[in-house]
């Protein structure tokens, strides 16, 4: 007999339904919308609840989120590490470090020698060539040297003008020496103090008392000494065959009346082994990403999978393991297939870097390392093919629907997930460029950004150059001081690029 299956299949004969009253058809219609809205409000409050629910579960792991802001229930290291069973502190054979000691040319040598012995109390004579060495530093008060100079105004017996003498060539009209200039700079660069601190520091630490407004003066001569030397700092990245981007939010007030539109401004970060560059923008747009590598960039970047990267070809892009990590443990977090999904991943993730680690180790050959990757590479891209074949709509929000989204965008620049396995010094994290923007992160917290673009410049040209120098081991305070007096001079500039360079750097800098 012919049925109709007109209500949550329950089938119901067609002569049956046909006698049935209009009203209770009417009714039975009614009854199914309100089920069908029933079921999409409960779908769309479960896919709320999914939501709130990976907010309230976001840790470090997880996402972008520092781990200065996990709960204490979160363990920090994924894994934790096996006891070694050995007891705390140096072990045997190991080289031991002792207290360091200045060069005897620095020091006040007083010679002690004992005057008798100390088993028999013979009398005791001689010298020792290789006494015991203790030394005892101190600090004595600082006091600022001060040349004041007297211009005296004489009027003439002849005609009655008076005439003031004028400061001597090479004397500076500010009033502070290169030195000054350097140590203001490096106190804000290197130690992050804030202008009131950097006051505070310069005055009960040096005895030079000066205005907030001075300080401010004094930074921005340190930054216009710089100029000339970040732009080359600027080339030198440009033209490096391996650089690590990123970027993170700043704050530029508008004081100056630069940021009207008051936009979010953006710190970028460029990274080599020993040259670093900082830039501050107020977008975060691809634009700002050509200024930073320059628009014939030809090297290969390692980044994240941020949009504004994407102008650069993806057999030039190596993205960062560690983003991705984040984002398969978070997939394997959701119910249902994507915990399936993300777990896998998670684990072919994990085989991955076992195996990295062991050619860092350099207990794996990179030959063989390519040939065991191949099959981690083709589980992955079936995990995250399996995830894109499912169909979802355009505004779905369910947990699926994530994970399918995140697969699919994955999936479109998987080519540039595997550079690190062919090319030698390519990482396959992105480390490097974050390890170089924490320090801003923290100066930006404790100073809440700036307040002008002359003061955002001032804080990137700082930041390149300490992070720069530090890279090479040489001392800020003497760079910036060199810097300052070679601008006061019209002098040539002191030098950020290494100072032994390699052959190819030197073609570089040629070019």
């Known amino acids: 007999m012919d049925t109709l299956c007109i209500f949550y299949g329950i089938e119901i004969p067609n002569s049956d339904w046909e006698k049935t009253p209009a009203s209770v058809k009417e009714l039975v219609a009614k009854l199914g919308q309100l089920i069908k809205q029933s079921e999409k409000e409960l779908s769309d409050k479960d896919a709320q609840n999914q939501e709130l629910l990976e907010k309230i579960n976001r840790t470090s792991n997880n996402s972008s989120s520092p781990p200065s802001s996990d709960p204490p229930s979160v363990e920090k290291p994924l894994h934790k590490k096996k006891k070694s069973g050995k007891k705390r502190g140096g072990q045997p054979g190991h080289k031991g470090h002792s207290r360091f000691l200045f060069e005897p040319d620095d020091c006040t040598i007083l010679d002690h020698h004992p005057k008798t012995c100390s088993c028999c ?65 490096v106190l804000s660069g290197v130690y992050r103090h804030s202008q009131r601190m950097v006051q505070s520091a310069m005055s009960e630490v040096f005895g030079i008392p000066m205005s907030l407004g001075t300080v401010n003066k004094l930074r921005l001569e340190a930054s216009s000494a710089l100029s000339s030397i970040v ?51 107020l977008s975060r747009c691809s634009e700002s990403a050509r200024n930073l590598l ?4 030809g090297g290969i970047l390692n980044s994240d999978r941020y949009a504004s990267y994407n102008w650069v070809g993806l057999e030039q892009r190596q993205l960062c393991w560690a983003h991705l990590k984040r984002e398969f443990i978070k997939i394997s977090e959701r119910p249902g297939i994507s915990k399936e999904i993300g777990s896998a991943l998670v684990k072919q993730q994990e085989k991955l870097f076992e195996l990295w680690h062991r050619v860092r180790d350099g207990t794996l050959k990179r030959c063989e390392f390519q040939l065991l990757v191949q099959p981690v590479r083709n589980s992955i891209k079936s995990s995250l093919q399996e995830a894109a074949d499912y169909e979802i709509g355009s505004k779905e929000k369910t947990p699926l629907a994530k994970t399918v989204r995140t697969c699919r965008q994955i999936l479109k620049v998987e080519q540039a997930l595997w550079l ?5 010094g390519v990482e396959p994290t992105n480390n490097a460029a974050e390890r170089a923007i924490r320090p801003a992160v923290i100066w930006r ?67």
């Open 445 to 511: 917290r404790t100073s809440f950004g700036s307040q002008t673009q002359a003061g955002s410049t001032f804080v990137a040209r700082m930041l390149t150059v300490v992070t720069s120098l530090k890279s090479q081991r040489r001392n800020v305070l003497e760079f910036m001081t060199k810097a300052v007096n070679a601008a006061r001079d019209n002098k040539p500039t002191p030098s950020l690029l290494p100072l032994a360079k390699a052959p190819e750097e030197q073609v570089i800098k040629a070019a």
């Open 420 to 424: 690190f396995v062919t090319v030698e």
């Open 121 to 185: 109390g013979e009398k005791l004579s001689g010298e020792d060539a290789n006494p015991y060495r203790h030394q005892v530093v101190d600090i004595p008060i600082v006091k600022p040297v001060v040349v004041e100079y007297r211009l005296h105004q004489l009027v003439c017996d002849n005609c009655g003008t008076s005439t003031r003498a004028t400061l001597p060539q090479g004397v500076n009209k500010s009033g502070y020496e290169a030195s000054v200039v350097a140590l203001v700079a």
């Open 231 to 281: 732009a080359e700092a600027k080339i030198y990245i440009q033209n490096s065959p391996i650089v690590g981007a990123d970027e993170t939010h700043f704050v530029q007030g508008n004081v100056d009346g630069c940021n009207e539109k008051k936009s979010q401004a953006w710190l970028w970060v460029a990274v080599t082994p020993l040259v670093t560059f900082f830039q501050i923008t």
């Open 294 to 297: 320059g628009e014939d960039f």
